[in-house]
């Protein structure tokens, strides 16, 4: 380990800034919350209780207790892990018994990943099955947990092993493989969109069209105005794992699909579950998952470009303890990317601001949309205000941690642009 490397250097201030913003955002909201998370709005006196309010701030409360530890935790075993040299005796070990790059890439891809996983699980098992049930929104089994554990694992493992040996390859073969590579990419995530709703979805939940009747009506009728075209409306068995409630679409072409959690269905009128459509149909109108690809697609070529004039520079390797013997470093391009992964991946917060900023202008835009296919903005408020409550969302939040964490408008700010 070279402590004096930019890249040494680059990573451990990525670190210490990503734990102290983190931290920082968290204390902020937490004092807020002490101090005016029980107060409830006049507009909201009718629909929220004080009861309501401090269960929400209770349950806020418990979520950030065990954050801290798990943070603290989870991002020193990373440290540890690669400052140990953990990484490079797992690579020297995978290289001398495989001499195969292919096998060393997806297998040093399992094993790296192994460590982290362990020490995130007790966290995972006490979030969802101490605070979740004990606030009441659980309903998973440890048997339906480990069932959906298995079949994640082996799905990621499946997509995971693809990516890597179409990766591996365009490394050992191609010159300008950071365009391949991101072609690849850019194709796969297309080809996902139209196989999960209808390959990788139902393998957790049952989908069941929605029953003729007063809310397909309306819903088929906003479809119809927007000029949205789906496969059909489906209700997710939500309930078997939580009490929380959702609803979206899904999908590409003509694999999208309208999906409503039945815990939806059940908190809400027809008049609100169509207003929640119509802010989804909202999305769709606007063309937002167009305007994200064409943003998203140009970074991911430029990520893969800059990277490859990082990834054979040899001073990378050895800032953290790699060997680069000339007869094995032509085939440490994944090693590269991982490092490289590891020195600028704790700057991600910061970028997650900016996306949370457009992701907001779009929510803003899709609730309009949705007051003006509504021909109100009160159904849509209503709703708004029902999820809120029943999802333990709280109500109150400091301008700072939402504008850092927050991909949504708080309530309040959804509330006063519909009324506008």
């Given at each position: 380990?070279?402590?004096?490397?930019?890249?040494?250097?680059?990573?451990?201030?990525?670190?210490?800034?990503?734990?102290?913003?983190?931290?920082?955002?968290?204390?902020?909201?937490?004092?807020?919350?002490?101090?005016?998370?029980?107060?409830?709005?006049?507009?909201?006196?009718?629909?929220?209780?004080?009861?309501?309010i401090?269960?929400?701030?209770?349950?806020?409360?418990?979520?950030?207790?065990?954050?801290?530890?798990?943070?603290?935790?989870?991002?020193?075993?990373?440290?540890?892990?690669?400052?140990?040299?953990?990484?490079?005796?797992?690579?020297?070990?995978?290289?001398?018994?495989?001499?195969?790059?292919y096998?060393?890439?997806?297998?040093?891809?399992?094993?790296?990943?192994?460590?982290?996983?362990?020490?995130?699980?007790?966290?995972?098992?006490?979030?969802?099955?101490v605070i979740?049930k004990?606030?009441?929104?659980?309903?998973?089994?440890?048997?339906?947990?480990?069932?959906?554990?298995?079949?994640?694992f082996?799905?990621?493992?499946?997509?995971?092993?693809?990516?890597?040996?179409?990766?591996?390859?365009?490394?050992e073969?191609?010159?300008?493989?950071?365009?391949?590579?991101?072609?690849?990419?850019?194709?796969?995530?297309?080809?996902?969109?139209?196989?999960?709703?209808?390959?990788?979805?139902?393998?957790?939940?049952?989908?069941t069209?929605?029953?003729?009747?007063?809310?397909?009506?309306?819903?088929?009728?906003?479809?119809?105005?927007?000029?949205?075209?789906?496969?059909?409306?489906f209700?997710?068995?939500?309930?078997?794992?939580?009490?929380?409630?959702?609803?979206?679409?899904?999908?590409?072409?003509?694999?999208?699909?309208?999906?409503?959690?039945?815990?939806?269905?059940?908190?809400?009128?027809?008049?609100?579950?169509?207003?929640?459509?119509?802010?989804?149909?909202?999305?769709?109108?606007?063309?937002?998952?167009?305007?994200?690809?064409?943003?998203?697609?140009?970074?991911?070529?430029?990520?893969?470009?800059?990277?490859?004039?990082?990834v054979?520079?040899?001073?990378?390797?050895?800032?953290?303890?790699?060997?680069?013997?000339?007869?094995?470093f032509?085939?440490?391009?994944?090693?590269?990317?991982?490092?490289?992964?590891?020195?600028?991946?704790?700057?991600?917060?910061?970028?997650?601001?900016?996306?949370?900023?457009?992701?907001?202008?779009?929510?803003?835009?899709?609730?309009?949309?949705?007051?003006?296919?509504?021909?109100?903005?009160?159904?849509?408020s209503?709703?708004?205000?029902?999820?809120?409550?029943?999802?333990?969302?709280?109500?109150?939040?400091?301008?700072?941690?939402?504008?850092?964490t927050?991909?949504?408008?708080?309530?309040?700010?959804?509330?006063?642009?519909?009324?506008?």
């Open positions: 380990m070279q402590f004096s490397s930019v890249f040494v250097i680059i990573y451990c201030v990525g670190v210490a800034l990503a734990v102290l913003v983190k931290h920082a955002l968290q204390a902020v909201e937490y004092v807020f919350r002490k101090k005016h998370g029980c107060d409830i709005p006049d507009e909201l006196r009718a629909y929220i209780t004080v009861d309501d401090e269960k929400t701030c209770a349950y806020k409360d418990a979520h950030y207790a065990s954050w801290i530890p798990e943070n603290l935790v989870t991002t020193a075993t990373s440290v540890a892990l690669l400052f140990s040299g953990f990484y490079v005796w797992l690579f020297t070990w995978l290289w001398s018994a495989t001499a195969n790059v096998a060393t890439t997806l297998l040093f891809a399992l094993f790296a990943s192994i460590p982290e996983s362990l020490v995130s699980l007790p966290f995972a098992l006490y979030d969802e099955f979740e004990r606030f009441g929104f659980s309903t998973m089994t440890f048997k339906l947990w480990l069932a959906d554990a298995l079949k994640s082996v799905i990621n493992a499946v997509v995971a092993s693809f990516l890597l040996v179409v990766m591996t390859l365009l490394f073969h191609v010159r300008i493989w950071w365009w391949l590579l991101a072609t690849v990419y850019v194709a796969f995530s297309l080809l996902m969109s139209f196989l999960y709703p209808r390959v990788i979805a139902p393998l957790f939940n049952k989908f069209p929605l029953e003729d009747g007063a809310l397909k009506t309306r819903v088929s009728d906003f479809m119809t105005r927007t000029g949205f075209t789906a496969s059909g409306i209700v997710m068995d939500a309930s078997k794992r939580s009490t929380h409630s959702n609803a979206y679409f899904t999908g590409f072409g003509k694999s999208k699909r309208v999906v409503l959690y039945d815990t939806l269905v059940n908190q809400l009128t027809v008049d609100e579950l169509g207003a929640v459509l119509a802010h989804e149909l909202g999305h769709y109108k606007k063309k937002h998952l167009i305007k994200q690809f064409c943003v998203v697609i140009p970074l991911v070529y430029a990520a893969l470009f800059a990277i490859s004039k990082i054979d520079y040899e001073p990378l390797y050895k800032a953290f303890g790699f060997a680069t013997d000339a007869a094995v032509p085939h440490m391009k994944f090693i590269g990317l991982f490092l490289i992964s590891q020195v600028f991946g704790n700057f991600g917060i910061f970028a997650s601001a900016a996306g949370n900023y457009f992701s907001r202008k779009h929510e803003y835009e899709a609730d309009t949309y949705a007051k003006e296919l509504c021909g109100s903005g009160e159904p849509l209503s709703a708004l205000i029902k999820l809120n409550k029943e999802n333990n969302s709280e109500v109150r939040v400091a301008k700072l941690y939402s504008a850092f927050y991909s949504h408008p708080t309530l309040l700010e959804r509330l006063d642009a519909l009324h506008r």
